[in-house]
């Protein structure tokens, strides 16, 4: 099993949709969460880090479930320009030990 | 320039050739790592490199990948005798250390072994 698994899409929706995507992570030892954007044939870039009240970045909100080792990231208002490949990453206290998961496409239709 | 750099951005090469990627990280990162990207996959950590610290070399996939950092900047990740399941870009990354996950990405090395 990976350590940190994302449902690999592609999420289809339309322009103004709200689109929620979800990651696991096996290792209950993970204390810091991020979600980074990833478009095509680009570098990742952070998008936000994920705290464990949950929060708020304009249209995007962040969430952690400790007990259910998920984390998640909901997009309001979808716009064409948010279709990308969303990636969950997972850190401990050991900084090298930095996983990426394998990433979601999001694709925004007109 | 302000963020990561890497070279080459673009490298063929045949099967059993070495090869040598450059990453020059941001200024002030103490913190280095290196990725590899499959077509349509994840991201597969190779190495890091904190300061003066003894790197973590434990996703390197074989004795035939390598990486060194001089004077605890640029990095050099060295695949020798290449094969064909080595092509990949190859990412770099470097963050403040301490902040960990808030990584810093260069645009990648694209490798393609013939």
């Known amino acids: 099993r990976k350590e940190v698994e994302q449902d690999p899409g592609p999420f289809n929706v339309p322009e103004g949709a709200t689109v929620a995507f979800n990651c696991t992570y096996s290792?209950?030892?993970?204390?810091?969460f991020f979600w980074y954007r990833q478009d095509c044939r680009k570098e990742p870039k952070l998008l936000m880090s994920?705290?464990?009240s949950g929060n708020e970045d304009g249209r995007f909100t962040a969430q952690l479930n400790r007990a259910s080792q998920y984390i998640s990231l909901l997009i309001r208002d979808s716009k064409l320009s948010d279709s990308a490949t969303y990636l969950c990453?997972?850190?401990?206290?050991?900084?090298?030990?930095?996983?990426f998961g394998s990433g979601t496409r999001l694709s925004i239709r007109p | 320039g302000a963020g990561v750099s890497q070279s080459p951005s673009n490298k063929v090469t045949e099967k059993g050739k070495d090869v040598e990627l450059r990453c020059d990280p941001i200024?002030?990162?103490?913190?280095l790592y290196w990725y590899r990207q499959s077509l349509g996959q994840g991201l597969e950590f190779l190495i890091y490199?904190?300061?003066?610290?003894?790197?973590?070399k434990s996703g390197l996939p074989s004795d035939r990948f390598s990486a060194e950092r001089t004077g605890g900047s640029v990095s050099t990740l060295t695949i020798q005798r290449t094969q064909q399941e080595d092509s990949a870009v190859y990412l770099c990354?470097?963050?403040?250390?301490?902040?960990?996950?808030?990584?810093?990405f260069g645009e990648g090395s694209r490798l393609t072994v013939l």
């Open positions: 990354a470097s963050s403040f250390g301490g902040r960990t996950g808030e990584l810093f």
């Open positions: 290792n209950s030892a993970s204390q810091s």
């Open positions: 994920v705290y464990s």
């Open positions: 990453v997972v850190s401990y206290s050991s900084a090298s030990k930095i996983i």
């Open positions: 200024s002030g990162h103490t913190a």
């Open positions: 490199f904190q300061g003066n610290s003894a790197p973590d």
